[in-house]
């Protein structure tokens, strides 16, 4: 019934920037991490960053020093910095938050393409 909106995506030029939201349509219990995944055509679904409810991050190896994850619990809202973006970049992302006692949710989905 809660409902992940995933929005910031866009067109930019390489070594642009962007920043993406993501926001619950209400309370999730039991929250593990939430995150972004990311899916280009003819690609699979890579995670990108994740945070969990211990401030910890991980990214991939592609992003680091380019990309910040970070949330706002008051807000039920996660937020993905992406600076420096470079076209591979190019893909669909995915808001995800992992809940210990319902699984994965998912966001729709907001473009970012990449490109001069």
Do not use: H
């Not at 995944?37 to 690609?43: D, N």
């Not at 890579?46 to 380019?66: C, E, P, Q």
């Amino acid at each position: 019934q809660v409902q992940l909106v995933d929005s910031g995506g866009g067109l930019v030029q390489p070594g642009g920037s962007l920043r993406l939201f993501c926001a619950a349509s209400g309370r999730i219990f039991g929250i593990r991490s939430m995150g972004w995944y990311r899916q280009a055509p003819g690609k699979q679904r890579d995670l990108v960053a994740a945070i969990t409810g211990a401030d910890s991050t991980n990214y991939a190896d592609s992003v680091k020093g380019r990309f910040t994850i970070s949330r706002d619990n008051a807000k039920n809202t996660v937020y993905l910095q992406m600076n420096s973006l470079k076209p591979e970049d190019t893909a669909v992302y995915y808001c995800n938050v992992r809940s210990r006692v319902d699984g994965d949710r998912w966001g729709q989905g907001t473009q970012v393409t990449v490109s001069s």
